[in-house]
């Protein structure tokens, strides 16, 4: 068992899969209720996310999270500026082309999180992204990704 939470590690991996995203879920929520990070919270992210955690919480404190609002139709998407490149990511959504994401679903691994999924749901538990307004969604052409695959 971890915690409090009751996150129990000899589960299979569909259900280890479900406890860690809803053992964040509920860190995140006690992080918002308290309005602030108890260090029980961080020893919990680090037993389920290990050294992820670790770059996640780099990324906030180099204030890379942006939290963009379309003007007309209201929905929002996070920007993630990490070592010059740029993630979008949704909230409901947990999807990132990053490396690291990519490498964790090719090894099939039981946690799909990198530390931008991980440093956005952080981010909104602790208020800490800039916020930005935009008239239209911005794509990036999948031209311009190429190299990348």
Same mark, same amino acid.
């Given at each position: 068992?971890?915690?409090?939470?009751?996150?129990? =590690?000899?589960?299979?991996?569909?259900?280890l899969?479900?406890l860690? !995203?809803?053992?964040?879920?509920v860190? *995140?929520? /006690?992080? $918002?209720?308290?309005?602030s990070?108890?260090?029980?919270?961080?020893?919990?992210?680090?037993?389920?996310?290990?050294?992820?955690?670790?770059?996640?919480?780099?990324?906030?404190?180099k204030?890379?999270?942006?939290?963009?609002?379309?003007?007309?139709?209201?929905?929002?998407?996070? =920007?993630?500026?990490?070592?010059?490149?740029?993630?979008?990511?949704? !909230?409901?959504?947990?999807?990132c082309? *990053?490396? /690291?994401? $990519?490498?964790?679903?090719?090894?099939?691994?039981?946690?799909?999180?990198?530390?931008?999924?991980?440093?956005?749901?952080?981010?909104?538990?602790?208020?800490?992204y800039?916020?930005?307004?935009?008239?239209?969604?911005?794509?990036?052409?999948l031209?311009?990704?190429?190299?990348e695959?």
């Amino acid at each position: 068992m971890i915690g409090n939470i009751g996150v129990d =590690l000899t589960s299979s991996n569909v259900e280890l899969a479900f406890l860690c !995203k809803s053992s964040l879920h509920v860190i *995140c929520n /006690q992080i $918002r209720e308290n309005n602030s990070t108890a260090q029980e919270d961080v020893n919990l992210l680090y037993t389920l996310f290990g050294d992820i955690l670790f770059k996640a919480l780099e990324l906030l404190d180099k204030d890379s999270i942006e939290l963009i609002t379309i003007t007309n139709s209201q929905r929002k998407y996070f =920007l993630v500026e990490d070592q010059g490149f740029y993630y979008t990511l949704y !909230k409901h959504i947990p999807f990132c082309k *990053c490396d /690291q994401f $990519r490498k964790s679903v090719d090894d099939n691994k039981v946690k799909n999180i990198c530390s931008h999924v991980l440093a956005c749901e952080l981010s909104l538990a602790l208020c800490s992204y800039h916020c930005t307004s935009m008239d239209k969604f911005v794509v990036q052409p999948l031209s311009d990704m190429e190299d990348e695959f």
